[in-house]
């Protein structure tokens, strides 16, 4: 439960930021996003991923929510298939404001995915943003990442 409310929490404050720079007239400036140093491990065969979380919220901007059903096609159509080595989807709950400074509480899908930070992972997951916001109509889709080591 501590776990899910520090992920609440984290996941509030960065679309409220994302909001105040929906609702500025001015372009806004590209996000800049600063890599941690990577991880040391003394473990041989430890491998240096990246860990990239993507935060997609269930309602739409006319009062739908996402279905099951087109969540799953989204998954098989849009995320299987750029990230067949794999991945995890949480359920999870969050809150934001909007454009028209409404609170809105959704429920959200929380993607993880292991990746080495190439351009090549870098673009699909770009795709699966961009896929995401024109399929259901979305504002944002959050995103964060970091380095990670994973042990064999």
Do not use: N
């Not at 520090?6 to 500025?24: D, E, G, P, R």
């Not at 990577?38 to 309602?59: C, H, M, N, W």
């Not at 673009?123 to 990442?145: C, H, M, N, P």
Request: glycine fraction near 4%.
């Amino acid at each position: 439960m501590r776990a899910f409310r520090q992920y609440l929490v984290i996941f509030v404050v960065v679309v409220s930021a994302c909001s105040a720079s929906l609702k500025s007239d001015k372009p806004s400036a590209p996000l800049v996003t600063r890599r941690t140093p990577p991880l040391v491990d003394a473990r041989p065969k430890a491998q240096q991923k990246i860990r990239t979380e993507l935060y997609f919220g269930l309602s739409r901007s006319d009062g739908r929510v996402v279905k099951p059903k087109e969540w799953s096609a989204f998954v098989r159509d849009d995320i299987a298939r750029r990230f067949p080595a794999g991945f995890t989807v949480v359920d999870a709950h969050g809150q934001w404001r909007d454009h028209r400074g409404r609170v809105v509480m959704e429920a959200t899908k929380l993607l993880i995915v292991f990746h080495d930070g190439d351009a090549e992972s870098e673009r699909k997951l770009d795709e699966i943003v961009t896929a995401y916001k024109t399929r259901f109509g979305q504002e944002a889709v959050i995103r964060t990442s970091q380095s990670a080591l994973l042990s064999p």
